[in-house]
């Protein structure tokens, strides 16, 4: 019995890591285009979560996608290149590159002229695929296009496909759509607070409960009130979701120009708030709107809330303005109609809630100076913002005009003076004197000079985890590495020097760790020095690899064991070079096909071995290729990651 439950438990370990993944899936049809013409058409379904990339990749990039198509027999001949779709362009921070890749679906598409009796043409497509914490080696996938007259039968292959992408496309991302409505609920709450519409709160509710017949008709009028609010804000995002549309949105994160646009747009909506000028609509659209208020009833009440959102558009406009930037940036279609939801929703509650409870006027702070130094406190974040925008251009460009220590050293100048304005030291045209500081805007004043202190460090190369998600990441930066970083020749190979690197290893920067490309080799020498083996499959362009070299093996316990405790050996799936011609073989996974390249022989191995295809995936195993412990795959977190391999190491005998 427990021998069973022994098997049970091993068995269910090793269905934790050994997974086959086949994110993609291929489908062809032929449509006619002339006589002679035929377009192949080759449709990729993507996963969730998964990228295919494009074909044309820049030079060190990740593995491109590539149609071949068999005209050994001379049946057909192209005409120009397969083409493809639009696709994501993004500046990758792994690769330094600008790359492109597709999701949910992509199409590519080949014309080519048929001779006269040809009924199939052959074909075969290699890629590869990422998601957020893994990619798979390079795949080849036969294709097969059917030379047909009939173009809906032909268009008919890809029914199902369609049917699905449609499906997947509508699924909206729902953390990303919960972050927008929770940062524009709090973006309302900082607009009640600002000098334009915090008066109106007491003013507004005290008209619906004296104007209304009982107190039942006035909280009515005031909940009609609060959804006119709702109603105006929402309809507004709506107009800039149509307007744009959805392939706009999606290349507003990435366009040179709309980040341009955006930067001098949050400048001007700062300067606003910081009392340079009012952003004020024309108070003739006001007049008439106040005109229609006076009809009464609902139509009445709705445009005393249309009145509401004109007259105090030059507080709310800035607010209003970088929510739909932000919520439109995310790329979702209805992000922003999400935003003006939690926006309007924050500035309606009150005027309900204080109809209900009209007792509860009594308890408001009195307006004052206070309110304008909320409009100034979010000038300096607005600020702060616009130069995310012209970031994400300079990176693009890559221009180099804005790198990590600018932006920083930007950031410290705006932070810092905040602090100064919180604590008294600058004034701003429409401040009231400040005779004391109070508490509330001392403890402001605290955290503010907190923060900017703590973004000094960010000057000499601190990661600045709080905000990792603003500035340019650390390699775009005068010193990668840090201010002052040297190599250190001490750390080279334990206890020895350059000389003393074995043959087929190399020493891998900036923390030169002892590393084998060879399997038998580094098991050689593992087994020369008595260490156990820690199989790295990898692949140059795995992201994710790169996240864990750069952000876990660095750390002091983990690298310690690395580079003393185990024989590293790194195994590149996605290896491009041609094997030797005696160690060309028959691939076991795919009879019938040669592995051609280094990459294909490590994924084999990978696959047959250990039932998984991802990387990157990690092996500690003895001299007899057993394994100490079950293999684990991408473990962002540093201690859950040095427990397995102390643990690991613990069984070595």
């Known amino acids: 019995m427990k021998n069973l439950l022994l098997l049970f438990v091993l068995a269910f370990s090793l269905n934790t890591y050994s997974q086959i993944f086949e994110p993609v899936k291929w489908t062809t049809s032929v449509e006619k285009v002339s006589e002679t013409e035929y377009k192949l058409i080759s449709k990729a379904r993507i996963d969730n979560g998964w990228h295919l990339y494009s074909q044309d990749v820049p030079e060190d990039g990740p593995i491109p996608t590539t149609f071949s198509y068999d005209d050994s027999e001379g049946g057909f001949s192209l005409k120009g290149n397969t083409q493809e779709e639009a696709g994501h362009i993004i500046d990758d921070p792994v690769f330094k590159i600008k790359i492109k890749f597709f999701e949910n679906a992509a199409t590519f598409e080949q014309i080519v002229e048929v001779k006269e009796g040809i009924n199939s043409i052959k074909g075969f497509v290699e890629f590869m695929v990422c998601d957020d914490t893994r990619c798979l080696p390079p795949t080849e996938v036969d294709l097969m296009f059917k030379i047909s007259d009939d173009k809906a039968a032909a268009k008919a292959t890809f029914s199902e496909v369609e049917d699905d992408v449609l499906t997947s496309n509508k699924k909206e991302s729902q953390t990303g759509l919960w972050g927008i409505f929770f940062i524009a609920f709090l973006s309302g709450f900082a607009a009640l607070l600002t000098p334009c519409v915090f008066p109106m709160i007491p003013m507004t509710v005290s008209f619906f409960t004296k104007q209304s017949k009982n107190k039942a008709a006035g909280i009515r009028n005031a909940i009609i009130y609060g ?43 700062a300067a606003s708030f910081l009392g340079a000028f009012e952003i004020m609509l024309p108070n003739s659209w006001a007049n008439k709107v106040d005109k229609q208020a006076d009809r009464g009833g609902l139509i009445g009440i709705f445009f005393m809330a249309l009145a509401l959102a004109i007259v105090s558009f030059s507080c709310t406009g800035p607010i209003v303005g970088t929510l739909l930037v932000e919520a439109a940036a995310g790329g979702s279609q209805i992000g922003p109609i999400v935003g003006m939801l939690g ?73 810092g003076a905040l602090a100064f304005y919180l604590f008294g030291k600058i004034q701003l045209p429409h401040d009231s004197p400040v005779t004391y500081i109070s508490v509330g805007r001392l403890s402001l004043g605290l955290l503010v000079l907190s923060f900017t202190i703590y973004l000094i460090p960010g000057l000499w190369g601190a990661p600045l985890n709080l905000i990792s998600a603003f500035p340019p990441p650390q390699h775009y930066s005068e010193s990668p590495y840090g201010v002052g970083y040297t190599e250190l020749s001490s750390s080279m190979v334990p206890g020895g020097h350059h000389d003393d690197v074995p043959e087929g290893a190399h020493l891998m920067p900036p923390h030169n760790i002892l590393a084998f490309n060879d399997y038998d080799k580094g098991l050689a020498y593992a087994k020369k020095v008595g260490k156990p083996v820690m199989i790295d499959f990898t692949g140059h362009a795995c992201v994710n690899c790169r996240k864990m070299e750069q952000n876990v093996w660095v750390k002091p316990k983990v690298l310690d064991i690395i580079k003393n405790d ?88």
């Open 566 to 653: 185990v024989i590293l050996i790194s195994l590149y799936v996605d290896d491009k070079r041609k094997l030797k011609a005696d160690e060309v073989i028959d691939s076991k996974l795919k009879p019938g096909k040669k592995l051609k390249y280094i990459g294909q022989k490590w994924s084999e191995l990978q696959t047959i071995k250990y039932k998984t295809n991802s990387q990157p995936f990690y092996v500690l195993m003895n001299h007899d290729e057993e394994n100490l412990i079950t293999p684990v795959a991408y473990t962002p977190n540093v201690d859950e990651y040095y427990n397995w391999l102390k643990e690991g190491i613990s069984k070595f005998n």
């Open 227 to 269: 959804i006119s609010i709702i109603v105006i804000y929402v309809l507004l995002g709506t107009l800039v979701s149509l307007i744009f549309g959805a392939d706009a949105l999606n290349a507003l994160s990435t366009n040179v120009w709309f980040n341009i646009a955006f930067f001098l747009l949050l400048l001007v909506f």
């Open 343 to 415: 926006f309007s929703l924050a500035i309606a509650l009150p005027f309900a809630l204080f109809a209900a409870f009209p007792g509860w006027l009594n308890s408001l702070p009195k307006s004052g100076g206070w309110l304008n130094t909320v409009k100034v406190v979010l000038g300096f974040l607005e600020l702060a913002l616009a130069f995310k925008f012209l970031s994400n251009a300079d990176l693009v460009l890559q221009l180099h005009w804005l790198e990590r220590e600018v932006f920083i050293a930007i950031w410290i100048a705006i932070f």
